[in-house]
Nanobody
Framework: QVQLVESGGGLVQAGGSLRLSCAAS????????MGWFRQAPGKEREFVAA????????YYSDSVKGRFTISRNNAMKTGYLQMSSLKPEDTAVYYC????????????????WGQGTQVTVSS
C-alpha cells in the first residue's frame, strides 16, 4: 500500500510560483504512475497533470499547460508539481495520487491519494 503526503502549498500572489511535493512511504513509488488533481470549493475534483512511472510521459490539462510542470524522483520516492504564473482560478486543494499501470486523467482510476494541500492565489 502506498501512503502519499503532499506539502508545499500556501498563499501566493497572482503571477507567483509554488512547488508542491508528494512524498511516498511504505513502498517504492517507481512502479506507479502519478497524478495531481485539484478541487476548488463547490466544484468537482479536476485533473491537473500526470506522469508515467518512467517519468518520460507527462500530461497536462489545458488550463495549466505551459504554466505547470510535473516531475518525479523515484530514488527519492517523491513527485513534484512546479506551478508558475499562478492565477486566482488556480486556488484549490491540490491532491497527489498514484496508480499502477498507465497514466490517466480520471480520478477514479487512481488507487492511492494524499490528504491534500491548500493553494491560494490572491489577485
Amino acid at each position: 500500500q502506498v501512503q502519499l503526503v503532499e506539502s508545499g502549498g500556501g498563499l501566493v500572489q497572482a503571477g507567483g510560483s509554488l512547488r508542491l511535493s508528494c512524498a511516498a512511504s511504505r513502498t517504492p513509488l517507481s512502479t506507479y504512475a502519478m497524478g495531481w488533481f485539484r478541487q476548488a470549493p463547490g466544484k468537482e475534483r479536476e485533473f491537473v497533470a500526470a506522469i508515467s512511472w518512467t517519468g518520460y510521459g507527462t500530461y497536462y490539462s489545458d488550463s495549466v499547460k505551459g504554466r505547470f510542470t510535473i516531475s518525479r524522483n523515484n530514488a527519492m520516492k517523491t513527485g513534484y508539481l512546479q506551478m508558475s504564473s499562478l492565477k486566482p482560478e488556480d486556488t484549490a486543494v491540490y491532491y497527489c495520487a498514484a496508480k499502477s499501470e498507465g497514466v490517466s486523467n480520471v480520478a477514479t482510476e487512481y488507487d492511492y491519494w494524499g490528504q491534500g494541500t491548500q493553494v491560494t492565489v490572491s489577485s
